[in-house]
């Protein structure tokens, strides 16, 4: 028997574009009641979260160090009796594909309010500060674009699109950009592999987010997602601070080996199309210039049977 709801992969995003306040964050601010007013198509259950902040030009995310945040279910019911250091919270922030996972899952009805406070009690300014809640949305069965696997499969194979994207300015968006499924097979979306973020010799590939759509141009997400949120990278310099010092370490058992998984999957139907936006806010500054990189989506071929 069918489920009566589906399950829809969903990111919501709450930066600078949602809270101005989180633009900079002054170090010793407490920042009450940021609020996003979730969608009013479907309810939503969070089961993972993440945050990170610009990086810095040694490529670190060293001002999380300090940060202390607390969120609150639908009825401004806070999680926890008071903030808690997101460095004792989640590993690595929830970055390089791995959210911090909530568990029993919190559900908010459609068009309530996902509620939050942060405090930086770190010695500095912490700069476009942002937090991922990562779920699913609940659809009626049908409503939604949501194929799955045929009846009859022959077969399955690992598998792995490169998307290459060339030439993206230091400071451009490009727009429903198409990747299609080739024709051979299905493909079932399960993971996601980001760019090598890098800065040398004046040339700077931090700063580079995606928003996948499906093919009715519904997004998966509210907001740009950063790589390092939604797929990690293929090799990680960005280092991760530990301890009170802090000393940096970079992360064990991301990247290639890792990469940040989709759940539920995403199926795409041979011949099938999906959308994404892709976003870089690297800014002009020095010798910055176009730059080219590859993600990767990874997921299985299905063969139907017959």
């Known amino acids: 028997m069918k489920p009566p709801l589906q399950e829809r992969f969903q990111i919501y995003v709450v930066g600078p574009n949602q809270d101005s306040r989180l633009t900079t964050v002054a170090a010793g601010a407490v920042i009450e009641e940021v609020t996003l007013q979730l969608d009013s198509d479907a309810p939503f259950y969070l089961r993972g979260r993440a945050l990170r902040h610009a990086y810095t030009s040694a490529l670190t995310q060293g001002n999380l160090q300090g940060v202390k945040s607390r969120f609150a279910g639908p009825d ?5 009796q008071d903030f808690l250091l997101e ?7 929830g970055q390089g594909g791995n959210p911090k996972p909530i568990a029993p899952q919190v559900l908010y009805p459609a068009n309530s309010v996902l509620q939050f406070d942060v405090s930086n009690t770190g010695a500095n300014s912490i700069s476009n500060l942002t937090f991922y809640f990562i779920g699913v949305k609940l659809f009626p069965l049908g409503s939604v674009v949501g194929y799955t696997y045929p009846k009859r499969i022959d077969r399955t194979q690992t598998f792995a699109y490169p998307i290459p994207v060339t030439a993206l300015g230091v400071s451009e968006v490009r727009q429903n950009q198409i990747f299609t499924c080739k024709q051979d097979a299905d493909f079932v979306i399960r993971a996601m592999q980001g760019p090598v973020i890098s800065s040398s010799a004046g040339r700077t590939r931090a700063e580079i987010a995606i928003v996948l759509k499906d093919w009715d ?72 210039q176009a730059e080219d990189f590859t993600f990767n989506l990874i997921g299985a071929k299905v063969f139907e049977g017959a």
């Open 217 to 288: 141009k519904k997004p998966y997400m509210n907001d740009a997602v950063h790589f390092d949120i939604l797929g990690g990278n293929g090799a990680t310099p960005a280092n991760i601070p530990v301890g009170p010092t802090p000393s940096y370490v970079q992360p064990f058992g991301t990247g290639p080996g890792q990469p940040g998984l989709f759940y539920p999957e995403i199926y795409l139907p041979k011949n099938h199309q999906i959308l994404y936006d892709v976003y870089r806010t690297d800014g002009s500054g020095g010798s910055n």
């Open 87 to 93: 460095s004792l919270s989640m590993v690595y922030y």
């Open 76 to 80: 401004r019911n806070y999680k926890q």
